[in-house]
C-alpha cells in the first residue's frame, strides 16, 4: 500500500512542539539524577593565544563534563591549538593574579546540551573542580552533577547559560519525532478503519 505523505496540520504541529519542549525538559534534568560515575576523564592541553589551559573532557548520557586550569606562565607567541565546544571554551583574558584558576563547566541535555552551568576557582582552599591534570578518576562529573542538585561538594554553580542552539535543536528533534511517527500511524489507522467498514459492508 503507497502511503502519501500529507502536510500536518496547524494544531499538530502546535502539539508536537509543545510535546518537543517537554521532551526537551526532561532530557536536560532527567540525566543529571542519572549520572552517579562517568567514565574517566581525557587529559590533554589547549592553547588560547598567549595562554594554555590543561584541559580534561569526561562524559555519560545527556551530561557533559569540562574542566580546565590555566598554566603559567603565559606563552611569549600566541598559539590556537585543540577544538572545544563553545559551552566550554575559557573567559578570555586578562585573567586574575592568583596561585591557581581552574574552570569547571557542567552541560547537561540530550542530543545536544541545552543549559550549561559553571564554576570558577581562584583559591587553594576550594577543592572542586579538581586540577585539571589530576582529573582522570571517574568521580569530578558525579561530583558536578551533585553540586547541581545538592549545592554540596562546590556548592551551587556560579553562572548558568541556556544554550540555545541546542534547545532549539532538540525541541525539533523531538517534535519531529512526534509528527513522523504520528503521522503514519494515523494513516495506518485510517487505512484499518476504512478496510474494517469495507469488510463489514460486503458481509
Known amino acids: 500500500m503507497k502511503v502519501v ?7 499538530r504541529i502546535s502539539i508536537a512542539l509543545a510535546l518537543g519542549m517537554v521532551a526537551t525538559a526532561i532530557m536536560t534534568y532527567g ?51 585543540g577544538e572545544m565546544h563553545g559551552w566550554e571554551e ?5 585573567y586574575p593574579e592568583v596561585a591557581f584558576l581552574r574552570i569547571g563547566t557542567l552541560a ?35 561530583y558536578a552533577v551533585e553540586s547541581v542538585r545538592t549545592g554540596r561538594r562546590g556548592g551551587a554553580p556560579h553562572e548558568v547559560r ?9 525541541i525539533a528533534f523531538y517534535a519531529a519525532l512526534v509528527i513522523g511517527p504520528g503521522q503514519l500511524f494515523v494513516r495506518w489507522f485510517r487505512g484499518y478503519l476504512t478496510r474494517r467498514e469495507a469488510s463489514a459492508a460486503a458481509r
Do not use: K, Y
Request: proline fraction near 13%; avoid cysteine; charged fraction near 15%.
Open 108 to 142: 547537561a541535555g540530550w542530543p545536544l546540551p541545552t543549559v550549561s552551568m559553571r564554576w570558577t576557582v581562584t583559591s587553594t582552599d576550594q577543592s572542586f573542580p579538581v586540577a585539571a591534570e589530576l582529573d582522570d578518576l571517574d568521580t569530578s562529573i558525579a
Open 31 to 81: 540525566p543529571l539524577n542519572a549520572a552517579h560515575r562517568g567514565r574517566g576523564a581525557t587529559i590533554r592541553t589547549i592553547h588560547r593565544g598567549h595562554h594554555g589551559w590543561w584541559h580534561a573532557r569526561d562524559a555519560v548520557f545527556g551530561v557533559r563534563w569540562s574542566n580546565l586550569m590555566l598554566i603559567d606562565p603565559p606563552l611569549s607567541s600566541p598559539i590556537w591549538e
Open 90 to 94: 575559557p573567559p578570555p583574558p586578562p
Open 5 to 11: 505523505w500529507r502536510r500536518p496540520s496547524l494544531s
Open 162 to 170: 541556556l544554550l540555545w542552539p541546542g534547545i532549539l535543536f532538540n
